[in-house]
Nanobody, 124 residues
């Protein structure tokens, strides 16, 4: 069984920072691609960032480029999302996801494995 568990969400003022973590368990994720997505109330789930588990290839949504950084610690089987200069429009539930595919990594439908999500609220 594949398990993803997010942590690190919370309430922060605009301009502040948070670091989300996604603990991965249940199998070896070598070759998998890891993604972060977010979903605000009443909106579709949207792509934030993706990272190859065994490489350094990263991709970011334009809305977070230059502010967010995705990274991983293979020894801890954990993927991180460092979020700086947070804005009220970053408020959402953030989800970690994993996929073996190489295709369309910005689409949520490409990811078969998901965590339960962690709430991030940015106040103005």
């Amino acid at each position: 069984q594949v398990l993803l568990a997010e942590s690190g969400g919370g309430l922060v003022q605009a301009g502040g920072s948070l670091k989300l973590a996604c603990a991965v368990s249940g199998r070896t994720f070598s070759g998998y691609k890891m993604g972060w997505f977010r979903q605000a109330p009443g909106k579709e789930r949207e792509f934030v960032a993706t990272l190859y588990w065994s490489g350094v290839t990263t991709t970011y949504a334009d809305s977070v480029k230059g502010r967010f950084t995705i990274s991983r610690d293979n020894a801890k089987n954990t993927v991180y999302l460092q979020m700086n200069n947070l804005k009220p429009q970053d408020t959402a539930v953030y989800f970690c996801a994993a996929t073996p595919t190489y295709y369309n990594l910005i689409s949520a439908s490409s990811y078969p494995y998901w965590g339960q999500g962690t709430q991030v609220t940015v106040s103005s």
